[in-house]
């Protein structure tokens, strides 16, 4: 069983040198937790994969501490990435930019292009800086499960087949980076962390792919961040039949009325203001629904909310939890 550990730095170090011994190691992100191994190992990134029970086709996001080892990893830097870097990184966004070929093959799929993201987390900024080496790091969740956003939840699904969990508490974003693919024009992979809106602010219009045939990105393959239970989402008013166990995902405290039909409910926020209420719901969309999956229920309904902000990244999960985006 995986040794939880505090985030001390005599633990980190510890941790640090697992990763420079090709060892894997869950840690904590402003995002979510991370399965980080040495990105220049291409045996440790193989671990990963046999790990995640993730397919080899599906590229991993490398983490860097430091913006000078962006050249590490990539060929040329395009200027919107310096812009967008300057702004978000420490942060949640993750650019997908060309890769060098010093890279090994497996952290990329193969592909031409490598996904880059500096964490804001400062002990996985630390993590980074004591293993002296970029960390390539998928979400620490089994393959299309649902993130982890506590330690707790690294340990139920991969507790028996990793050593280290560094545990620093919940994930203050709670939602994956948004993935931005720019060797190409600007196109939003996958939608998270960072808004939209506020990458537009400062390179203009940008192409965001919801669907599409050939996916660019696993991530966007339709079903993925999935709880156990059958989720939905609640389009009208919904009549829960009798002897249907049903919970409710709702984005804000619901009315007696609604309240009473629902065996289980988790409200994810109580500001009044809209982006706050959706900073509180993004953080807390994944605790949510791994308690509501635990409750034994046979169905999840959740309530949709506003696509703007983070509202996108947190619909964008539940159309995938849905498995009908
Ligand atoms: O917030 C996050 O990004 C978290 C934390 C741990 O940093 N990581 C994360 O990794 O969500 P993962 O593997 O669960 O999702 C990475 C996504 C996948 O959808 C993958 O297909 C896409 O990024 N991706 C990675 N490299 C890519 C590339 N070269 N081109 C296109 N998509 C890429
Ligand atoms: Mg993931």
Request: hydrophobic letters at 40%; charged letters at 30%.
């Amino acid at each position: 069983m995986a040794q939880i550990l505090k985030a001390s730095e005599e633990n980190l170090r510890k941790a640090a040198e697992v990763i420079r011994k090709g060892g894997l190691v869950a840690f904590p992100t402003e995002t979510v937790y991370g399965l980080g191994g040495d990105a220049f190992n291409p045996d440790a990134v193989a671990r990963i994969f046999e790990v995640k029970e993730r397919p080899t086709f599906d590229p991993i996001i490398v983490h860097i501490a430091d913006f000078e080892d962006i050249k590490k990893l990539c060929r040329d830097i395009d200027e919107k990435a310096k812009i967008l870097a300057e702004k978000f990184w420490p942060g949640p966004l993750t650019m997908v930019l060309k890769k060098s070929e010093k890279v090994p093959d497996i952290v990329t799929a193969g592909l031409d292009t490598i996904a880059v993201r500096m964490p804001s987390h400062p002990v996985a900024r630390k993590l980074i800086e004591f293993s002296r080496t970029p960390i390539a790091a998928p979400s620490a969740n089994l393959f299309g499960k649902l993130s982890p956003t506590t330690a707790e939840h690294v340990k139920e699904q991969l507790g028996d087949r990793i050593d280290i969990i560094i545990d620093s508490g919940k994930c203050p974003v709670g939602v994956e980076s948004t993935v931005i693919d720019l060797t190409g024009e600007p196109t939003i992979l996958r939608p998270g962390g960072t808004p939209v809106e506020e990458i537009e602010k400062l390179i203009g219009k940008v192409n965001i792919l919801t669907r599409s045939d050939k996916p660019r990105s696993p991530g966007q393959l339709s079903k993925h961040y999935s709880p156990k239970t059958p989720l939905r989402i609640m389009r009208e008013k919904v009549d829960v039949e009798k002897g249907v166990r049903a919970g409710l995902l709702a984005f804000r405290q619901p009315d007696d009325e609604t309240a009473k039909r629902f065996e289980k409910i988790e409200v994810l926020s109580s500001s009044d203001d809209l982006n706050e209420a959706l900073r509180q719901a993004a953080q807390n969309l994944f605790s949510a629904l791994h308690r509501l999956d635990k409750a034994n229920l046979d169905v999840i309904y959740a309530e949709p909310v506003p696509e703007i902000g983070l509202g996108r990244a947190i619909m964008d999960r539940l159309r995938k939890a849905e498995g009908m985006s």
